[in-house]
């Protein structure tokens, strides 16, 4: 095939394609034919002004030796100015984490005084003390026991305040996350508006100038164009973990497999419930040993029964990828052989979490806050 425009004088050929451009049309130069022109020579200052008015009518730009969206611009600032909400949301898990280090210490104390009244009732058991000492030790031990009534009283009261920080947490935490999401949803759209508009003949005639003038890429997607904002959002996308975990329904109740350590047991859902709560079968099962100082309590049973336990603490605990360490818990009487197992808020407090019942699931939601 012949093409009578690569034949004509260089004035008249840069003519017809300053026409072809403020025409937006091919009527006479084929695909084919431009590229053998753009290879071999550059356009005038006027096809290239005509091929940079149909960019910026396509939202783009030529920027030295590369292609950008205008519309980028709006989505950048959006970006940016998540640091500010992410160094907000940081100083609010840190609040959030200060107290909850603070009634870690005070239950570190309180078994630390446990362990004293112990020793110093087995002093006085021994009955080989004279009576000024005796006197001492029960000075010691009526101190220790007020200082735990104290402690007791502080621990109620940081708990309280641990719940009202945690619920500012979640609330900010989604509220990140929805921007976040918001942020790519715009993005998104912008790259679905850019793939219909780099499809059009002008456009592709007016990158193909570019390229012949100015070195640019000849042919673009807009993943090409939008590679630098997509890397950007990725990277902030990453610190947003979020996860739909299914529950199995028996009897009404809400299961979830749980990992403690590293052995897996099935658990019930139950945001009633203030501990991870085990009976002493599913104790044994997973590895954990009561030690002989751990606290004794009383757990309320879904019957109204009052059962013993011991209080202990999980150094691990994971559902999906979910994983807080340190989870207090309570280990049930071995009597209690008709009890299950809890996943309480000891747990379930550590994040964001909605128990969806139409769905059968459980969602949870976190933001890395950890520079």
Do not use: C
């Not at 004035?11 to 022109?37: H, I």
């Amino acid at each position: 095939m012949k093409f009578p425009f690569l034949n004509r004088s260089h004035k008249v050929r840069l003519a017809v394609a300053s026409l072809v451009l403020g025409a937006l049309s091919l009527p006479v130069l084929s695909p084919a034919a431009v590229s053998q022109e753009t290879a071999t020579e550059k356009f005038s200052p006027a096809v290239v002004e005509k091929a940079d008015k149909i960019l910026e009518d396509a939202k783009l730009r030529r920027v030295g030796k590369v292609i950008q969206s205008t519309d980028t611009a709006e989505i950048g600032r959006a970006i940016s100015g998540l640091s500010k909400t992410r160094r907000e949301l940081k100083r609010i898990y840190d609040d959030w984490k200060a107290v909850d280090q603070q009634i870690h210490a005070m239950e570190q104390e309180l078994k630390r005084l446990n362990v004293q009244y112990g020793e110093l009732n087995l002093q006085l058991a021994r009955g080989n003390v004279t009576s000024r000492a005796r006197d001492q030790v029960v000075g010691m031990i009526n101190a220790g026991i007020a200082r735990s009534k104290i402690l007791e009283s502080e621990k109620s009261a940081q708990k309280v305040l641990l719940a009202s920080k945690r619920a500012t947490l979640n609330s900010a935490e989604a509220e990140y996350a929805e921007t976040v999401l918001a942020i790519r949803s715009d993005y998104k759209k912008l790259k679905e508006e850019l793939d219909k508009q780099l499809i059009t003949s002008p456009v592709q005639i007016a990158l193909r100038v570019m390229h012949a003038n100015f070195d640019t890429p000849e042919a673009m997607t807009a993943d090409d164009i939008l590679s630098v904002v997509d890397k950007r959002l990725q990277k902030i996308e990453q610190e947003v973990f979020s996860e739909t975990i299914a529950l199995e329904v028996v009897n009404q109740s809400l299961y979830v497999n749980v990992v403690v350590g590293r052995v897996s047991t099935r658990m019930v859902v139950d945001s009633g419930a203030s501990l991870i709560s085990l009976p002493s079968k599913t104790a044994t099962e997973l590895g954990i040993v009561v030690p002989p100082d751990a606290p004794q309590m009383r757990m309320i049973m879904a019957d109204g029964r009052e059962i013993p336990a011991r209080g202990v603490t999980l150094a691990r605990v994971r559902v999906g990828e979910f994983e807080a360490e340190n989870i207090n818990a309570a280990v049930l009487d071995a009597a209690a052989t008709d009890a299950e197992p809890l996943l309480g808020m000891s747990y379930l407090g550590n994040f964001k979490f909605e128990i969806d019942m139409a769905e059968k699931s459980l969602k949870m939601l976190r933001v890395k806050t950890d520079d």
